[in-house]
Nanobody
Framework: QVQLVESGGGLVQSGGSLRLSCATSGSIFDFYTMGWYRQAQGNQRELVATVTSAGILTYADSVKGRFTISRDIDKSMVYLQMNSLRPEDTAVYYC????????????WGQGTQVTVSS
């Protein structure tokens, strides 16, 4: 059972920065794609960024050039550095771990609120 715990959310002004952290329950990066998703009120959950077991990064078009996903293998941590934040980035952000085996299985953290004021 994979456990994920997010932290680092909060209230920030437009143009500001936040770093989200996701603590994982062990050395899972070889077997999982790690990602950040977000869900704004009234909207569906959407992908923000992922990092594969091979270290390949992907980003949603809306965050490219502003957000950076990274991982610390030694600490079993995943991060999301968010710069140049906009009010439309306001959402609950979730850490995700998806197995690379088939069929894929998803694990989720409890989420952390990010609010960007204009």
């Amino acid at each position: 059972q994979v456990q994920l715990v997010e932290s680092g959310g909060g209230l920030v002004q437009s143009g500001g920065s936040l770093r989200l952290s996701c603590a994982t329950s062990g050395s899972i990066f070889d077997f999982y794609t790690m990602g950040w998703y977000r869900q704004a009120q009234g909207n569906q959950r959407e992908l923000v960024a992922t990092v594969t077991s091979a270290g390949i990064l992907t980003y949603a078009d809306s965050v490219k050039g502003r957000f950076t996903i990274s991982r610390d293998i030694d600490k079993s941590m995943v991060y999301l550095q968010m710069n140049s934040l906009r009010p439309e980035d306001t959402a609950v952000y979730y850490c995700n771990a998806q197995t690379i085996s088939w069929p894929p299985r998803d694990y989720w953290g409890q989420g952390t609120q990010v609010t960007v004021s204009s």
